[in-house]
């Protein structure tokens, strides 16, 4: 709240500033060439205090986040119960300013597979942010780069197994945080991922 009046204040300022200067150039040259040139610098001032703005809110948006979630390795994780297709547990995701969670190594997978079974439950499925809509077999994170890790159940079910009947995966608490190729229009919960700097 005290940044919000910090530029509500310091836009006030500006406009105060540029509205005199435009009076005292008016005054002194006589030519309406000086206000424009003082309004396009108002304009362009109150441009880059609307950034910085959105930013302040982005960045106070992303600590709530991380305050009702969980922080692990430069990510916040926000566990959502309600179960949803792949599609619209993505698409929520995505509204909130994330992306599904894609676990990017051994580490985070057992963190965010730790996180599941406290915030959700030790019997579910999540949808992760990883499938292979576009190339059967080919298996992509929610940035459409090439899956770099992997955790498939191999020693039971030898995963994925769906073949063009299942292209996108969850990870099951179950089998402690191993990834299974499901069909997208089942319902899981799911976890939204953000960035964090």
């Not at 390795?73 to 300013?97: E, M, P, R, T, Y």
């Not at 990017?104 to 990883?130: A, C, F, K, M, T």
Request: a negative charge; proline letters at 2%.
């Amino acid at each position: 709240m005290d940044a919000k009046a910090a530029l509500v204040l310091v836009v006030l300022l500006v406009l105060g500033q540029s509205t005199l200067q435009d009076t005292s150039s008016k005054r002194r040259n006589g030519k309406k060439g000086a206000g424009n040139a003082a309004m396009e610098e108002m304009k362009t001032q109150i441009s880059n205090i609307m950034m910085e703005l959105n930013i302040l809110k982005e960045q106070q948006a992303l600590q709530t986040v991380c305050l009702r979630g969980m922080k692990i390795l430069g990510k916040c994780f926000l566990a959502d119960q309600v179960k949803k297709n792949f599609h619209s547990a993505s698409d929520d995701c995505i509204a909130k300013g994330g992306v599904l969670a894609t676990p990017l190594s051994l580490d985070e997978n057992e963190q965010l597979y730790n996180y599941v079974r406290q915030s959700i439950g030790p019997e579910e499925h999540i949808w992760i942010g990883i499938n292979d809509m576009v190339t059967e077999g080919v298996w992509i994170e929610n940035s459409g780069a090439v899956l770099r890790y992997a955790n498939w159940e191999t020693e039971i079910t030898h995963q994925p197994d769906g073949s063009t009947r299942q292209n996108c995966a969850s990870m099951s608490t179950r089998a402690k945080g191993k990834w299974f190729d499901e069909s997208c229009k089942e319902e899981k919960a799911s976890v939204c991922e953000f960035n964090i700097v």
